[in-house]
């Protein structure tokens, strides 16, 4: 079992966290989420090591945007968190809420 941290911007209401949430919780061995409003962090646990870009794709199939994450092998380590390097991602922009909130 592991768990990551991510943070995505644009979440502001639990309509936000639920769509988050459930997106997430569709990539395959994902046993549960949790997030953090006040935050925007997302903690995410499951069986194996989940791919970035899986995280990603749901975060953004919700409408929001992934702008950092940390495994529990970072939290460990002492590391800093990951920062997704794609174009087009600035872990320090904010976006609009998210389609339907």
């Known amino acids: 079992m592991t768990t990551s941290?991510?943070?995505?911007?644009?979440?502001?209401c639990q309509h936000c966290a639920s769509f988050v949430t459930e997106e997430i919780e569709?990539?395959?061995?994902?046993?549960?989420?949790?997030?953090d409003l006040d935050s925007g962090q997302?903690?995410?646990r499951s069986e194996v090591a989940l791919h970035i870009a899986d995280v990603?794709?749901?975060?953004?199939?919700?409408?929001?945007?992934l702008t950092s994450a940390r495994s529990a092998k970072d939290?460990?380590?002492?590391?800093e968190p990951?920062?997704?390097t794609e174009p087009g991602i600035d872990a320090d922009q904010t976006h609009p809420s998210a389609k339907g909130s």
């Open 56 to 65: 990603r794709a749901a975060v953004e199939e919700a409408g929001y945007e």
């Open 75 to 79: 939290d460990e380590a002492g590391g």
């Open 26 to 35: 569709r990539i395959p061995g994902v046993t549960g989420v949790a997030v």
């Open 82 to 84: 990951t920062r997704p």
């Open 42 to 44: 997302v903690s995410v």
């Open 5 to 12: 941290k991510y943070h995505v911007n644009g979440m502001t």
